[in-house]
């Protein structure tokens, strides 16, 4: 079922031959920005016709209705809501453990420079809403926003026709449950355009992340400098590095968990072992008739962007990994801790049979927003640092200013500023 890719004589470099799937965002832009200019100009109204038009929905309001938040909430099944709670438990002590202190450095007597961490003022949350619902990504959006104390969350994720025009009712009750009451039904380029430039319904966000579809992508790439935001996400992605000891039934299961996301998901397997991928492709072939998702799931796993990738051994598997850059790499070899330990780029590691990556969006405690399409190998997830921005307070009395002085002129006079030279000048008459 996968495609092979060959690369035990190969000595280049392997990224121009590993399987990605395309994603032109540049070529996506242009379709959108009509989109996103009628919402900077025309406001709500233009986002309520770009919902009936692309979503097929018609919307008095953007905003939702606070009773129609915590209504979702309390129609949530017991099991849902203790499952959803667990992954808030979880997701929120993984990510408070990142919070950095202020701390001050003392240059000379009189000679501070103090590094502080302040939390973004504004930020929109999107969760998609498109081939599925994802509670969870409100989840993993919202609690690292909410522990870096950023004082406005807004979430906005696509209107549905089957819930009346509101987003789907398991993300409203997650909002619900992480206390968030100002989200808007709107998704795709309109609703990045709504939360970027405002509109007479909602302020403007000075932050916008989430994942979502191409459209969504590119007009976060256009509105950026408008607002901060997280990254670009691609299609969603797993490399799997496996040698023999591994159980083909469960890398079997781990690429249909993320090929069942969307056709343009890529599942990719690196190992030296040609035994372990014809048991896997027997497996894939097994598992995929008895899927939900079927059709997707074949479309995505014998797309181009998947494959199984033959490697001399686990070494070279390491080196193919890392010129991957996967947004989930799973490591299943013998010693995998080991392995995984020398892993440089990826979005998150998951290490042995009984870390798959589908505990990583849910439960885990870590965050499932990662980079995509190889960007991996220079941005991280989404995390509480994201909402957080480091200013420096320098704090200089006139003693140290005066032991410095001489410096700052000499600086500015070779980078022929001389009235930079001057503004020091002026205190030390």
Not at 3 to 20: A, C, F, H, T
Not at 35 to 45: D, I, K
Not at 238 to 255: E, K, Y
Not at 404 to 426: M, R
């Amino acid at each position: 079922m996968l495609n092979r890719i060959d690369l035990r004589g190969e000595s280049r470099d392997p990224r121009g031959l590993l399987p990605r799937a395309q994603f032109d965002v540049t070529a996506a832009i242009e379709q959108i920005r009509p989109v996103v200019q009628a919402v900077r100009e025309h406001g709500a109204a233009a986002v309520k016709e770009a919902s009936h038009r692309f979503d097929k929905v018609s919307t008095e309001h953007l905003r939702v209705p606070a009773a129609e938040i915590s209504g979702a909430a309390d129609a949530l099944s017991p099991e849902v809501r203790a499952a959803l709670l667990t992954a808030i438990e979880r997701v929120r002590r993984v990510h408070e453990a990142q919070l950095r202190p202020s701390h001050t450095t003392t240059l000379a007597p009189g000679a501070t420079v103090t590094e502080k961490w302040l939390p973004v003022g504004r930020v929109g949350l999107y969760v998609p809403g498109g081939l599925a619902m994802y509670p969870s990504s409100v989840v993993m959006n919202v609690v690292p926003a909410q522990v870096a104390g950023v004082p406005e969350i807004v979430v906005a994720s696509p209107p549905q026709v089957d819930n009346n025009g509101l987003p789907d009712a398991r993300v409203l009750a997650a909002c619900a449950l992480l206390g968030i009451s100002e989200v808007y039904a709107m998704g795709g380029a309109q609703a990045i355009a709504a939360l970027g430039y405002g509109t007479e319904e909602n302020a403007p966000v000075d932050m916008i992340t989430g994942p979502g579809n191409i459209w969504v992508t590119a007009a976060k790439r256009l509105l950026r400098g408008t607002v901060g935001i997280d990254a670009e996400a691609g299609p969603t992605e797993i490399a799997i590095l496996a040698d023999d000891s591994a159980d083909p039934v469960h890398v079997a299961a781990d690429l249909i968990s993320q090929a069942e996301h969307d056709p343009l998901a890529a599942s990719v397997l690196i190992t030296p072992s040609e035994a372990l991928a014809v048991a896997v492709d027997a497996e894939l072939e097994a598992q995929v008739k008895v899927t939900k998702h079927q059709p997707r799931v074949t479309e995505a796993l014998t797309g181009p962007q998947s494959g199984v990738v033959l490697v001399r051994d686990v070494e070279h598997g390491l080196e193919v990994a890392d010129a991957y850059a996967a947004e989930h790499l799973e490591i299943q070899t013998r010693d995998a801790a080991s392995v995984a330990d020398r892993v440089r780029n990826a979005g998150a590691i998951f290490v042995g049979a009984y870390s798959p990556v589908s505990l990583g969006d849910y439960c885990a405690g870590s965050n499932h927003v990662l980079p995509t399409a190889g960007c991996a190998r220079h941005s991280s997830g989404l995390s509480t640092h994201t909402f957080l921005r480091a200013v420096h307070v320098i704090d200089y009395s006139e003693a140290a200013l005066r032991e410095v002085a001489g410096h700052v002129i000499t600086l500015a006079e070779a980078e022929d500023l001389p009235a930079h030279g001057a503004a020091v000048k002026a205190r030390l008459r």
